[in-house]
């Protein structure tokens, strides 16, 4: 980081090894968007719970940070947003992250709970898991968003 005094939300995060992310796959930075988002949403709804006693507002900040670090870092697969990272503004989730999301989460779901953990097992090991993988793209699904917008459009309209 150049210069650490400066919070810039998706380019800030408080990871130890932020290059060890360039390591990751597609799969593996969808897994720890989701897992980070849900820790976050729990820590602020379930206040009441005892374990949520022991997370301060500096580590939700962080936690903040990072995840949004990490929706930006998307960018590597091929995600657009449309404004850059601002000190002052959260990363806009765009429809293409919306949509890069959505696929890894609809694919993931339609997994059973045993065929998922066969998933995670294999790749964990380090074998094959082109079987387990969806097939087109996350593009796809943008694309016929796109389409969807289009017809939805008043005749003379089209973009």
Request: proline fraction near 4%; aromatic fraction near 14%; charged fraction near 35%.
């Given at each position: ?96 992250y919306n949509a890069w999301y959505r696929f890894w989460y609809n694919h ?41 917008l289009v017809h939805k459009l008043p005749s003379g309209h089209e973009n």
């Open positions: 980081m150049e210069n650490e005094d400066i919070r810039i939300w998706g380019i800030y995060n408080t990871f130890g090894n932020p290059e060890a992310l360039e390591q990751l796959d597609e799969i593996d930075i969808w897994k720890k968007i989701d897992n980070l988002g849900s820790s976050i949403f729990l820590a602020i709804h379930d206040s009441d719970k005892p374990w949520t006693q022991k997370v301060s507002k500096q580590d939700l900040i962080d936690a903040q940070y990072n995840l949004e670090y990490l929706v930006y870092f998307t960018r590597k697969f091929g995600v657009e947003f449309t404004k850059e990272p601002s000190a002052n503004e959260h990363v806009e989730r765009s429809e293409s993931f779901e339609s997994m059973s709970p045993e065929e998922y953990n066969q998933f995670v097992d294999d790749k964990f090991s380090g074998k094959d898991i082109s079987k387990y993988m969806p097939s087109g793209s996350w593009k796809d699904s943008l694309k016929s968003e796109e389409k969807k």
